[in-house]
């Protein structure tokens, strides 16, 4: 069992930074593939970015490629993501979630087997 924790959201004005954290419990972390993916209201939940269990691969979606970087650190069992460049597009909640898959990543959100509870990410134009 997982339990992820998001933090590191909340209000930025466009062209701004904002880096959210997700912290795993679970002695078995450095094994699991983890993504950010995004909800918007009305909206499907949509994949965001992932890196697998090695941080050797990674994978993100072409709409925040060269702005946002998924970063993990097996060490403090957290992964991050580091969103420059924002913009009100971006407005969502986000969430972390782990896979136990071992090797690469997946886009799809049904893939993946733990949830964090989201955080709010809000881009002021």
Do not use: H
Request: aromatic share 12%.
């Amino acid at each position: 069992q997982v339990q992820l924790v998001e933090s590191g959201g909340g209000l930025v004005q466009a062209g701004g930074s904002l880096r959210l954290a997700c912290a795993a419990s679970g002695r078995t972390f450095t094994s699991y593939t983890m993504g950010w993916f995004r909800q918007a209201p009305g909206k499907e939940r949509e994949f965001v970015v992932a890196i697998d269990w090695s941080a050797s691969i990674t994978g993100y979606a072409d709409s925040v490629k060269g702005r946002f970087t998924i970063s993990r650190d097996n060490a403090k069992n957290t992964v991050y993501l580091q969103m420059n460049s924002l913009k009100p597009e971006d407005t969502a909640v986000y969430f972390c979630a782990a896979d136990r898959r071992t090797y690469g990543f997946s886009r799809n959100s049904g893939d993946y087997d733990y949830w964090g509870q989201g955080s709010q990410v809000t881009v002021s134009s």
